[in-house]
């Protein structure tokens, strides 16, 4: 035994001294707080629900139940800021020498009073100005007319001519043009001139006004 004696001694020195680094390297291992409490309004202590509860310079917080009540993880010496709309807000610091790892908060949040400017509403000068201006007037077209023009015939039909091929449509125009000329490789391609389908086709889109000048 006394002969295991010395090394015995260096792996206790050696484990105490990890243990040392490791404390060091993570100094907040001990620090985490669980903070909760309530966030009320200071006139009538009723609580306040979807208030903000932001660990400042951290980027997370949480927010208040309906009935006011938070919970959130922090660090001792964190900074809690308090928000809300309608409300002032309000910020404290979690104690750094706290003993216990739980923090108990009530915060009252006072109501913040923003005074808008004053607006002036004129009549009409005259019921036939207000006719005009109401005729005269352009309503912006909601949803649904946005999508019945856009399914228009004429509507699709303009922009077929205007927007060029996509990557798809240029690679199966391409692949029909290779499979006509092999189909047809060593003989004369027919002539649709005297094809009824291509005649039909010629007469729809000259009735469609496809062969009009653009210009």
Do not use: H
């Amino acid at each position: 035994m006394k002969k295991f004696l010395p090394f015995i001694i260096l792996l206790t020195a050696l484990f105490v001294s990890e243990r040392s680094k490791a404390q060091e390297a993570n100094p907040y291992r001990d620090s985490v707080v669980q903070f909760n409490g309530v966030v009320m309004t200071a006139d009538s202590l009723r609580g306040i629900g979807s208030a903000s509860i932001i660990v400042e310079g951290k980027g997370r917080g949480t927010i208040s139940s309906p009935d006011g009540v938070f919970s959130i993880a922090v660090l001792k010496g964190d900074k809690i800021t308090f928000s809300c709309m309608g409300f002032k807000n309000y910020s404290i610091s979690i104690p750094r020498d706290l003993k216990e790892n739980q923090y108990t908060w009530i915060q009252l949040l006072v109501t913040d009073t923003v005074y808008l400017p004053a607006t002036i509403l004129r009549p009409r000068p005259s019921r036939e100005q207000f006719e005009r201006d109401f005729v005269n007037n352009r309503v912006p077209d909601d949803m649904y007319e946005i999508a019945r023009k856009n399914t228009d015939e004429s509507q699709r039909r303009i922009l077929i001519n205007s927007l060029p091929a996509d990557g798809r449509e240029a690679v199966n125009y391409q692949m029909r043009q290779q499979a006509n000329k092999y189909y047809y490789n060593g003989q004369v391609p027919p002539m649709n001139i005297l094809n009824p389908a291509a005649w039909a086709d010629f007469i729809k889109a000259w009735k469609r006004g496809d062969f009009k000048s653009k210009n």
